[in-house]
């Protein structure tokens, strides 16, 4: 197996990213046995906590798993270098794809360029596009995206002793339609980011640093933003539009961003990039291994795929339009911040341990029972 990418430095890593790996993609982590290493690396809890206009939803810890969080700095070489060391494997760098090759209509390998100009033609049965949202294997492969639009820019940095050092969580700002975050990270850092309608995007641009201080002034639990504990230089990301493509096609199989690129704010891009992986890699074992025809397993995954993070994904390309909140979300939020039970559904929702309708089974008769009580009280 060759696994190509295109930066020649090893210790090269994606430098725009809140990296939090929300609970879902724990268990693919520890099954590839790469849990403990990132815990070992610094990667720090990150139970959450969200603020809205209607209120504070604190999922309880006890009944919602918690994800972590871990620079990309730390995050990637330490993925690359595991990858590397499996056994059949071979890991190489500084080549970028030119074309694929086929055979009839099916992907038959990619032909790659390095640095010095050689090209090199790389045959497989199966080829896998795992680059990001503007992936270039997907686009040699005539796999255009549907997009959906989105309506926020994001600017973010680090901070030193943004928090208390134990407290770890991960906060999330609502503010309607603004929000903003807080995930801290390895070596005492915060990362701390502002996603703004993009109407707001010559203020952010022109001195972004003071633009998220202003956010967060007066906000509940806002970091501390000493100008002198910040670390590096400032984040900004304008182009955030949602992104989906078909899965797969013949001879081919795209994964995390590739596939489907959605809205940052609710940190699932590491989670999906870990489940689509694992999706796709057990749907076409068994072709893989002769058992069945490739395009069978690669049906399996595209379905796999749609069925798990569709509707998901419907729900967060909606809301990152920039739009105000509904009012069945304000009722919603106003239910949770109230209801510990409508919370860990919440929780358990944002951190992918369930799909929208599940949370709303376990939410609504929470939220009947506090409609009732309402009522009581007010006709007493």
């Known amino acids: 197996m060759a696994l190509l990418e295109k930066n020649a430095d090893p210790n090269a890593f994606k430098r725009i990213c809140s990296h939090l790996i929300q609970p879902e993609g724990l268990p693919t982590l520890a099954r590839l046995g790469l849990l403990e290493p ?19 939803i604190d999922p309880p810890d006890d009944q919602v798993r918690h994800g972590i969080n871990l620079r990309r700095e730390r995050l990637d070489p330490l993925v690359r270098e595991a990858a590397a060391a499996t056994p059949g494997v071979e890991l190489m760098l500084g080549l970028s794809a030119e074309r694929l090759l086929r055979d009839g209509g099916a992907v038959a390998g990619v032909a790659a360029r390095d640095r010095d100009g050689a090209e090199h033609r790389l045959r497989a049965p199966l080829t896998v596009g795992a680059d ?11 796999a255009d995206a549907r997009t959906r639009p989105h309506g926020r820019v994001v600017y973010a940095g680090y901070w030193e002793s943004a928090y208390p050092d134990d407290d770890a969580r991960a906060r999330v700002w609502f503010m309607d339609p603004d929000c903003g975050l807080a ?40 970091p501390r933003l000493d100008p002198d504990r910040r670390v590096g230089s400032m984040l900004g990301k304008i182009d955030m539009t949602n992104r989906i493509r078909r899965q797969s096609a013949p001879g081919l199989a795209l994964v995390g961003d590739a596939a489907l690129a959605a809205d940052p704010l609710f940190g699932i891009g590491c989670g999906w ?54 009012r069945t979300e304000r009722g919603f939020y106003r239910a949770a911040a109230r209801d510990p039970a409508i919370a860990a559904a919440f929780g358990r929702l944002v951190g992918g341990q369930i799909g929208p309708g599940r949370m709303l089974a376990e939410a609504l008769p929470h939220g009947a029972l506090l409609t009732a009580r309402d009522a009581r009280r007010r006709f007493r």
């Open 38 to 56: 990132i815990l070992a690396a610094g990667a720090a809890p990150a139970p959450l906590r969200a603020w809205t206009p209607e209120g504070m």
């Open 132 to 142: 990001g949202r503007g992936s270039r294997v997907a686009e040699l492969a005539g």
């Open 183 to 222: 995930f801290r990270t390895d070596s005492g850092l915060t990362i701390c980011g502002v996603m703004p309608t993009a109407d707001r995007l010559p203020e952010f641009r022109a001195d972004p640093e003071a633009a998220i201080a202003g956010f967060f002034a007066g906000l509940p639990e806002a």
């Open 273 to 326: 990039a870990l489940r689509s992986a694992e999706w796709m890699a057990a749907s076409v074992a068994p072709a893989l291994g002769g058992a069945e025809p490739l395009d069978r397993g690669l049906t399996r995954y595209r379905r796999l795929h749609r069925r798990r993070l569709g509707l998901r994904a419907a729900t967060i390309f909606d809301y990152s339009t920039g739009r105000p909140m509904y």
